[in-house]
């Protein structure tokens, strides 16, 4: 379909008014736009853009990612590769930018600018300044979230000839920078970072938008930010952009940026100011080829009903109909999967914990945040080990370093639900070592060697019972079909909830119980983390 029309009613952001007309669209970009007189029920509008997103996360690789995105009209996407890239270094992101290539759907993939995000966990790569410049010839196109925040604010070498480098080159820098304020803030800002996806609150958005930040709007399956930032959408409307971070593959299936579009909307938001936010701004800041409903572009467009619901009739790629009424119409890319899977087996006398004290630090979740809280507890111990208390839901976690074979760290962690059985994922940010949560150290075990065993995925263990979804691309993504993992993730995450898990997304979750650059508390495959003073803690408060 290289020559084409659509006619329709166009919604042209740029210039802020709709008219009925007629698209004409040859060899993918748009020739004319010709207003008419005709009266019709659907809208063409630009296509979304997820401003920050690790696609990864969705557990696709890219080409099956973009099987299940255009159906909700996403046209593009910035995306950081910074999962694949702690796993595989190089190789990584070189498998996801030639994947990329073989769709339609525009992937603007960024240099990780932390891997390892940081020195105190193992990670199964390292990338330099000098891997920076290299990728910059084939691919990649800004500098990935600057998580290493005390690095910026020491002048860490490390990270800011990473950042000068972008600076050179002229290329946007993303920032990744929960909770900080005031001094630091500044400092940070003044390095041209020039994005924020991490505001959990009003004020701290504000404050980072006032000294020239411009903020993502973040909707995962884990993080939801929409609430708190929603009023940014009409108060700074220049300044914002629509962003997932990490959206796991049953939510994928549900809705894209068009749910927020159309929450936003159902809000009283101003249709321009919302479309604005979700198709114009990512492609001015981040210089993406991807058009914008003008005469010369590119024909990246979708087809709505209307401006409230926006259900998506048809989304289109370079002029390519990648998606009609709710389904795809791009192929399955085969894919010969990469990996970096090196530990063995493990015994449950693994995940013991040997008591060297009376209080403990707990780690707390909150569901829908990332940050975490720790308790200081008396630890409830038999025959001089610690044990798990279902009755204040302190359960086990633990994460088992993947590239190599050591003892697992092991810890307590408040507020997963579960009653029984175990949960466990390769998925585990930043460097993708297993992680586990469980009632007892056989079905940890249990969980884990199942994830050992299939070289990556995600578990569900229920006393003999077990079943695992594989991810045998870096641990992380399948091979398979969209709509099957999506499905499989389904039923895992159901079985998780069963089980007794309280939390929306347990595995998202999960998956953010060892990002130690999230505070207060947090577990890598070498210690207890403490993200505020950034260095490790003990297990036990008064240990001997």
């Known amino acids: 379909m290289k020559n084409f029309t659509i006619a329709g009613n166009i919604v042209d952001v740029l210039h802020r008014r709709i008219f009925p007309g007629t698209v004409h669209i040859q060899d993918g970009r748009i020739q004319t736009i010709i207003p008419d007189q005709g009266q019709y029920s659907q809208y063409i509008l630009p296509g979304f853009v997820d401003a920050h997103i690790h696609i990864e996360s969705s557990m696709l690789v890219p080409t099956e990612f973009a099987r299940l995105a255009t159906v909700h009209g996403i046209v593009a996407t910035v995306s950081d590769p910074h999962e694949i890239a702690n796993v595989l270094g190089l190789e990584g992101i070189r498998f996801m930018v030639n994947n990329a290539r073989q ?179 990512p492609v001015k800041h981040y210089n993406l080829d991807v058009g914008l409903l003008q005469v010369g572009d590119s024909a990246d467009l979708i087809v709505v009903d209307n401006l ?12 390519v109909l990648t998606a009609k009424s709710g389904s795809t119409l791009l192929p399955f890319v085969p894919v010969t999967p990469i990996n970096n899977f090196i530990t063995t087996a493990k015994t449950p006398g693994d995940f013991e914990i040997t008591a060297k004290g009376t209080t403990v630090r707990v780690m707390t979740v909150t569901d829908g945040q990332l940050i975490t809280g720790e308790r200081c507890v008396p630890a409830q111990m038999e025959n001089g080990k610690v044990t798990v208390d279902l009755e204040q839901d302190i359960l086990k976690i633990t994460v088992v370093n993947r590239y190599q074979d050591t003892p697992p ?53 229920e006393g003999n019972k077990v079943d695992v979804l594989p991810l045998s691309v870096a641990g992380l993504m399948s091979d398979g079909d969209g709509n099957e993992v999506a499905k499989k993730y389904a039923e895992l ?37 403490d993200g505020r003073k950034f260095q490790f803690v003990p297990l036990f408060v008064d240990e001997l």
């Open 308 to 319: 409230q619901d926006f259900t998506v009739l048809a989304t289109y790629c370079q002029g």
């Open 409 to 461: 760290s092991v810890a307590l962690v408040q507020n997963f639900g579960l009653k029984q059985g175990a949960i466990a994922s390769s998925v585990a940010h930043d460097s993708h070592n297993i992680v586990a949560v469980g009632t007892t150290d056989l079905e940890i075990c249990t969980a884990v060697n199942a994830i050992i065993q299939h070289q990556g995925g995600i578990a569900v263990v």
């Open 103 to 281: 769709t339609p759907l525009k992937i603007a993939f960024g240099f990780p600018a932390c891997v390892p995000a940081t020195t105190f966990e193992t990670a199964g790569a390292i990338l330099t300044v000098n891997d920076f410049h290299q990728l910059v010839k084939h691919g990649v196109s800004y500098l990935s979230e600057v998580m290493n925040v005390p690095g910026v604010l020491a002048d860490s070498p490390e990270i800011m000839d990473k950042i000068h480098l972008a600076q050179g080159l002229g290329i946007p820098i993303d920032g990744h920078a929960p909770g900080l304020v005031g001094t630091g803030l500044r400092k940070y800002a003044d390095a041209k970072i020039t994005t924020d996806h991490e505001c959990s609150s009003l004020s701290e958005a504000l404050e980072k938008i006032a000294l020239g930040m411009k903020i993502q709007i973040r909707e995962g399956s884990a993080a939801k930010n929409f609430d708190a930032l929603h009023s940014l959408i009409d108060l700074y409307p220049e300044r914002c952009m629509f962003c997932s971070d990490d959206k796991h593959p049953d939510d994928l299936v549900t809705g894209h940026i068009n749910l927020l579009v159309k929450r936003a909307v159902a809000l009283g938001h101003d249709v321009m100011n919302v479309l604005q936010v979700a198709c114009v701004n």
């Open 493 to 529: 995450d159901a079985w998780a909830k069963r089980l007794g898990s309280t939390l929306s997304a347990p595995f998202m979750t999960l998956s953010f119980m060892a990002l130690l650059v999230i505070p207060e508390l947090k577990l890598s495959d070498q210690g207890l983390f």
